[in-house]
């Protein structure tokens, strides 16, 4: 019987794929795969796989993630095993709940292979610990595509220590501006990591201030963090430069 897998990509760096999902990769007939897949990571699948690029348009999401559901069925009628590949991990704002749903419903084997979230490994790997003690005791994921309205739609996370949030290059600057409004100190840190993991990252630290004030320039794909836990990158990389040096 054929199996759908619904995997994981990771962050970006191909060192940071699980075992499985390389093996799985290196076996399949067929992968649809997501923007953010590196191609590091593609390079992966079996030479004869059949690859599908299904990155979504703004503005067209829904009419793509249709093409993409019936996509899956039909590589699934062609090969024993299929890979539904997704940056990140497939269940962390990546419709993989949705898709599993539907194969399910229609039939189909599914098996998911979780991935390296960037939500975690992005900061963490920048020197900005999600958790530090005394600093943050908590943190929270949140997408930054929102329902637009009012900022009450932030007032469930606004006092949570570290806010990490995933798809906000956008509107970052309306997201700092409700923070503030609820009551976030508006001279919090805040970084940006742009294109994290890979050779091209680059980390932007800020203030929740200059971030609602529309100061500071982003591109995407990015991580934003707001939290103390920030401070922390001066002082984990003066630490490991320190140690490179002696």
């Given at each position: 019987?054929?199996?759908?897998?619904?995997?994981?990509?990771?962050?970006?760096?191909?060192?940071?794929?699980?075992?499985?999902?390389?093996?799985?990769?290196?076996?399949?007939?067929?992968?649809?795969?997501?923007?953010?897949?590196?191609?590091?990571?593609?390079?992966?699948?079996?030479?004869?796989?059949?690859?599908?690029?299904?990155?979504?348009?703004?503005?067209?999401?829904?009419?793509?993630?249709?093409?993409?559901?019936?996509?899956?069925?039909?590589?699934?009628?062609?090969?024993?095993?299929?890979?539904?590949?997704?940056?990140?991990?497939?269940?962390?704002?990546?419709?993989?709940?949705?898709?599993?749903?539907?194969?399910?419903?229609?039939?189909?084997?599914?098996?998911?292979?979780?991935?390296?979230?960037?939500?975690?490994?992005?900061?963490?790997?920048?020197?900005?610990?999600?958790?530090?003690?005394?600093?943050?005791?908590?943190?929270?994921?949140?997408?930054?595509?929102?329902?637009?309205?009012?900022?009450?739609?932030?007032?469930?996370?606004?006092?949570?220590?570290?806010?990490?949030?995933?798809?906000?290059?956008?509107?970052?600057?309306?997201?700092?501006?409700?923070?503030?409004?609820?009551?976030?100190?508006?001279?919090?840190?805040?970084?940006?990591?742009?294109?994290?993991?890979?050779?091209?990252?680059?980390?932007?630290?800020?203030?929740?201030?200059?971030?609602?004030?529309?100061?500071?320039?982003?591109?995407?794909?990015?991580v934003m963090i707001a939290g103390d836990v920030v401070h922390q990158?001066?002082?984990?990389?003066?630490?490991?430069?320190?140690?490179?040096?002696?």
């Amino acid at each position: 019987m054929t199996t759908i897998y619904l995997i994981g990509a990771g962050p970006g760096d191909p060192d940071l794929l699980t075992v499985k999902a390389a093996r799985l990769l290196a076996q399949t007939g067929a992968v649809l795969y997501d923007r953010l897949v590196s191609p590091e990571v593609l390079a992966l699948a079996h030479p004869g796989a059949e690859l599908h690029f299904v990155g979504k348009r703004e503005g067209e999401q829904e009419a793509i993630q249709n093409e993409i559901l019936h996509l899956m069925e039909d590589c699934a009628r062609r090969h024993p095993s299929v890979v539904r590949l997704k940056g990140g991990d497939p269940m962390v704002f990546g419709r993989g709940a949705e898709e599993w749903a539907w194969l399910v419903q229609r039939g189909w084997n599914v098996e998911v292979v979780p991935g390296i979230s960037s939500a975690i490994a992005v900061p963490s790997l920048a020197g900005i610990p999600p958790t530090f003690r005394g600093v943050s005791g908590g943190f929270a994921v949140v997408t930054g595509h929102r329902q637009e309205g009012g900022c009450d739609q932030w007032a469930a996370y606004a006092q949570v220590e570290t806010l990490i949030i995933l798809m906000a290059v956008a509107r970052r600057a309306r997201i700092a501006q409700c923070l503030i409004r609820l009551g976030r100190d508006s001279q919090q840190p805040v970084a940006f990591i742009e294109n994290g993991t890979t050779p091209r990252e680059r980390v932007i630290v800020t203030t929740l201030a200059e971030v609602a004030a529309g100061q500071v320039e982003v591109s995407n794909p990015a991580v934003m963090i707001a939290g103390d836990v920030v401070h922390q990158r001066a002082l984990l990389r003066e630490a490991a430069c320190n140690f490179a040096a002696a």
